[in-house]
């Protein structure tokens, strides 16, 4: 079974600083992709960077990175220099690698952007 | 060109009451999904189908039955509505590539509100 941890349930930024919002992730199959989706207040869900688990670079997505720790099982999302449009539920997911399976996903991260 | 739409935004109704969600996607994608997304924001699959298979989340309800007319279509019928299926619903669509090498991020509609009075 999949699993997925975010330990962050809020948190509070001031602008133009950097965000790392945390996943860790549990998963027994060799191939998986992983995930990071923002939900504004709005409530649509925005896909932002995936990242494979046999890429050897972290994913980039312009101001999002996605640091991937493999051994740590780590994939945190880094926001370089938030705005205050970045406030949001950001929401970590993980896919098993092929088939139609849908994605497991984080309890997420309710971000507030400081001005 | 709206990705990935549903109808309606809203839906109000009574116990016992059987209801429809439908979901369109124009991305060209052979796979769509059904989250539910509870009152604390936790997303939940439901289903994924492609016209080979229909993968059921086996928590789910039976009361709950995804019905796809083709490959642009995938529609949420529900039946004896209950208090909790109140709930956001969420439709999404992908192409389902293998990894590694290929992508796989879901694209999602905008997401129904069911509110079950």
């Known amino acids: 079974a999949q699993k997925i941890t975010q330990t962050q349930p809020g948190m509070f930024v001031q602008e133009k600083e950097a965000v790392t919002l945390d996943c860790t992730y549990d998963?027994?199959?060799?191939?998986?992709?992983l995930f990071w989706y923002k939900q504004p207040s709005s409530g649509e869900m925005i896909f932002l960077i995936y990242?494979?688990?046999?890429?050897?670079q972290n994913a980039t997505e312009g101001r999002y990175s996605l640091n991937f720790q493999k051994a740590r099982k780590s994939a945190n999302l880094v926001i370089s220099a938030s705005q205050l449009g970045d406030s949001a539920m950001y929401f970590c997911?993980?896919?098993?690698?092929?088939?139609?399976?849908?994605?497991?996903f984080g309890k997420g991260t309710h971000l507030i952007i400081q001005p | 060109d709206t990705a990935v739409s549903q109808t309606p935004k809203y839906l109000v109704t009574q116990m016992g009451n059987d209801k429809s969600i439908k979901c369109e996607q124009n991305l060209g994608h052979d796979t769509m999904y059904w989250y539910k997304q509870d009152s604390k924001k936790f997303l939940k699959i439901m289903f994924s189908?492609?016209?080979?298979?229909?993968?059921i989340n086996e928590t789910v309800p039976n009361r709950f039955s995804p019905k796809s007319p083709d490959k642009a279509h995938l529609n949420l019928h529900i039946n004896s509505l209950e208090l909790g299926d109140s709930a956001v619903y969420f439709c999404?669509?992908?192409?389902?590539?293998?990894?590694?090498?290929?992508?796989?991020?879901?694209?999602f509609g905008p997401g129904t509100r069911l509110t079950v009075t």
């Open positions: 999404a669509s992908s192409q389902a590539r293998r990894f590694p090498g290929g992508r796989r991020e879901q694209y």
């Open positions: 997911a993980m896919g098993r690698g092929g088939g139609a399976d849908g994605l497991t």
């Open positions: 990242q494979g688990s046999y890429d050897q």
């Open positions: 998963t027994s199959d060799p191939s998986y992709g």
């Open positions: 189908y492609n016209n080979k298979e229909l993968i």
